[in-house]
T-cell receptor, first 116, second 111 residues
């Protein structure tokens, strides 16, 4: 079974530039998550999708961050414009799903973003 | 608001020792708790998932326990090896709500 795929693995940009990350979840997984992990901290959920609908985006800085999952499979996370404090690893995860699912989350390798 | 704390933040032990990592959470109304391993520059690898109705889970040299009433979980690693060196994260989940992570324990096993 293929795991969660993410690209790119690394990205360096200057502040005020835009950047986009892509995630392909495990086949058949209805729920997709984007997390932000700042160095030395645990991951923090940015947004959770159930199929192509948003379940939770309460911690997504909506003035600069956006995410979509148009066909209920792949997802993109965009930052526009980037700030220095956005430097972090962005992790994508997926699970079988269901609003009250107990299912395990599987994580991708992450995209390490450096904003200069 | 759920808060998850992991102590210690870093731990260094000689190879072969048994060790315990601690995780505490403030809201005992959880559905499950998950332990992850994270290697430098890598994503998270799930080690063990304990449902709220369970007391412990075992996988090889790893054993995780859960005491919901006291808001605590421990990860026991037997006969530690240098390859166990990594950051270990615990996370709790309540229903459809997000996983809430601790800040992790950075473990170093010295040969």
């Amino acid at each position: 079974e293929a795991g969660v795929a993410q690209s790119p693995r690394y990205k360096i940009i200057e502040k005020r530039q835009s950047v986009a990350f892509w995630c392909n979840p495990i086949s058949g997984h209805a729920t997709l998550y984007w997390y932000q992990q700042i160095l030395g901290q645990g991951p923090k959920l940015l947004i959770q999708f159930q199929n192509n609908g948003v379940v939770d985006d309460s911690q997504l800085p909506k003035d600069r961050f956006s995410a979509e999952r148009l066909k209920g499979v792949d997802s993109t996370l965009k930052i526009q414009p980037a700030k220095l404090e956005d430097s972090a690893v962005y992790l994508c995860a997926s699970s079988l799903g269901g609003r009250r699912s107990y299912n395990e989350q599987f994580f991708g390798p992450g995209t390490r973003l450096t904003v200069l | 608001k759920q808060e998850v704390t992991q102590i210690p933040a870093a731990l260094s032990v000689p190879e072969g020792e048994n060790l315990v990592l601690n995780c505490s959470f403030t809201d005992s109304a959880i559905y499950n708790l998950q332990w992850f391993r994270q290697d430098p520059g890598k994503g998270l690898t799930s080690l063990l998932l304990i449902q709220s109705s369970q007391r412990e889970q075992t996988s090889g040299r790893l054993n995780a326990s859960l005491d919901k009433s006291s808001g605590r979980s421990t990860l026991y690693i037997a006969a530690s090896q240098p390859g166990d060196s990594a950051t270990y994260l615990c996370a709790v989940r309540r229903g459809a709500q997000k996983l809430v992570f601790g800040q992790g324990t950075r473990l170093t096993i010295n040969p």
